[in-house]
């Protein structure tokens, strides 16, 4: 089992920068495909990105490929997502998940995914 905190949110003018961190507990976090979801008011979640065991495959939804950028770090149990070129469409609160199963399998699909964490708000202003 896994625990996941987000953390790095907050309000930033359009074109800015954040950087998402989400910190896992448990000593198997090389085990699990990392991915973030994102839900904004009035809509359902949607995939943003996600990333294997290793690092070594990415996904991106195409509304954040070139702008957003996953990665993680294995040794400190946390995963990363770099925002870059923000727009006001990509406010939501960014919620950090875990899943077990091999990464080409449903790496799009929330359900897919046992583990997430309490989300954090992402405000972007035009």
């Known amino acids: 089992q896994v625990q996941l905190v987000e953390s790095g949110g907050g309000l930033v003018q359009a074109g800015g920068s954040l950087r998402l961190s989400c910190a896992a507990s448990?000593?198997?976090?090389?085990?699990?495909?990392m991915g973030w979801f994102r839900q904004a008011p009035g809509k359902e979640r949607e995939f943003v990105t996600a990333i294997s065991y290793s690092g070594s495959i990415t996904y991106y939804a195409d509304s954040v490929k070139g702008r957003f950028t996953i990665s993680r770090d294995n040794a400190k149990n946390t995963v990363y997502l770099q925002m870059n070129s923000l727009k006001p469409e990509d406010t939501a609160v960014y919620y950090c998940a875990a899943k077990t199963s091999p990464v080409r399998v449903g790496v799009r699909e929330g359900n897919e995914y046992g583990y997430w964490g309490q989300g954090t708000q992402v405000t972007v202003s035009s």
């Open positions: 448990g000593r198997t976090f090389s085990t699990y495909v």
